[in-house]
């Protein structure tokens, strides 16, 4: 697999919940100094700043901000709540605009207390209800689907194909998908269905790390790439026949990496994306 | 749903595991106060005993044995690894002969260090073998697609579809599928593929449980029917659609459950079925 491996850093980007301990600025200053070109900000990453000027402090640290996570989140059996959920979009749409980037992930959620069916039609009709301020606002959003063991509450979109089924619904050039190797890395319709999204011109995102055996936490045990068992490289080279050639994201939720060295961490980042990605 | 539910106990069947710190002669004399009719034996629960007089035992406790758990785990990188699944599951058919069953459902297992692909086709292999054996001693294999959650290490074989597809290509009425609800609540494509799996004269097993939010364990968190977000009357009413009226098993792994008094969780089993199934 050498002739396969990506020895320059022009497309590594870093979720800043990757290195959650970093605040934004440490996240900058460390991503830059260490040559990753993009990053990919997560909202709560944005408390307490200036949106603005965060995003010209990212870009003058030569860093493209990639995306902004995440919206979503639209299912519920109250009205009340999916009311609220719009507004939050809304407000996403708002910060992604402000921060400079023209894309938002969406984990479009799910609510335990209804049917897999209504929440996947509150989501279809919540990113229906957003769209024109996204398309006003320059933004794209891209559907995640979500791990099936997500899909109680955090996702009732689980597999690629449900999220180009959805995108081939809202057919907008403003809705897309991103294809995360941890949530779909199991499917045996992933390479297919890759293709399909290429097709498309929906694929909006890549994500990657990797699954551990034993994985502990439903949430925050995801591994560095190389640690487990997704066949990273494979799922790039399938990502990449599509004609894909934007960032490659590295979102890592992890307890055990959230207590090291964050600067070792990253440089350990680094290598894996260079030995493994 | 009122008219839907199963007042009469004569379809309830539960496996041993479920109630755990039972052995089986206890598990035996309280299912048969309760009113269950089926018991599905964990093999672990036949350590130390004479297999023939076990099954006889349960039978004259007016319990049919519905099924032998478990078979399966095919896949390994080492050849001596699967030949040594092969020989524990010659094992598996003979005690199941003895016990007086014909069905061993089998968790088909997977191999972190290969891909899911070899695992698949050792899984198919592994099958294909024993399948004389299985056919000389009157003894049905259902293949039990399990949760992707479990994809690293337990089942390459992770939804309906590919348990079907499997079964239509080792086209043999020895083998057949186990529809468990916790495994298969997400998928999309559940309804279309119980059809499927029922016009193949294949579906040979039916398991509940219930999904709990959260889940807190990735093994032993499973939840009594009605505590979770599964939909398990609409998927029995798919189940029975393919006019399969054999026993309705209960299923759950957990922690919690297995610290109880176990002859008060029996009559929670039999109230949740009766309520919630």
């Given at each position: 697999m050498k002739t396969n491996q990506i020895k320059d850093l022009s497309r590594l980007c870093i979720h800043t919940i990757t290195t959650k301990p970093f605040n934004i600025e440490q996240a900058a200053n460390n991503y830059s100094a260490n040559g990753v070109k993009g990053i990919t900000v997560w909202?709560?990453?944005?408390?307490?700043?200036?949106i603005k000027q965060t995003g010209e402090m990212l870009r003058q640290h030569n860093l493209s901000v990639v995306s902004l996570c995440r919206g979503g989140f639209f299912p519920g059996k109250e009205q009340k709540k999916r009311q609220e959920a719009i507004e939050d979009n809304r407000r996403a749409i708002e910060e992604a605009f402000e921060l400079g980037t023209n894309l938002i992930v969406l984990v479009c959620g799910a609510d335990p207390s209804q049917s897999l069916e209504d929440s996947r039609k509150q989501i279809c009709d919540g990113i229906s209800t957003i769209l024109p301020e996204a398309k006003a606002a320059g933004i794209k959003l891209a559907i995640e689907p979500l791990h099936p063991m997500y899909a109680d509450t955090r996702s009732a979109i689980n597999t690629l194909a449900q999220a180009n089924d959805m995108t081939e619904a809202l057919n907008s050039p403003w809705v897309g998908v991103a294809v995360d190797v941890y949530h779909l890395w199991w499917d045996p319709n992933l390479e297919s269905e890759i293709e399909r999204c290429g097709k498309n011109n929906a694929l909006l995102a890549f994500h990657v790390c990797d699954w551990k055996s034993p994985t502990v936490d439903f949430l925050n045990d995801r591994g560095l790439m190389g640690e487990g068992c997704i066949p990273i490289k494979k799922i790039r080279s399938w990502v990449e026949a599509t004609g894909f050639n934007g960032f490659i994201e590295v979102e890592i939720f992890s307890n055990s990496y959230w207590k090291q060295d964050q600067a070792m961490f990253l440089k350990n980042i680094v290598k894996a994306y260079q030995e493994n990605v």
């Open positions: 909202r709560d990453a944005l408390q307490n700043r200036n």
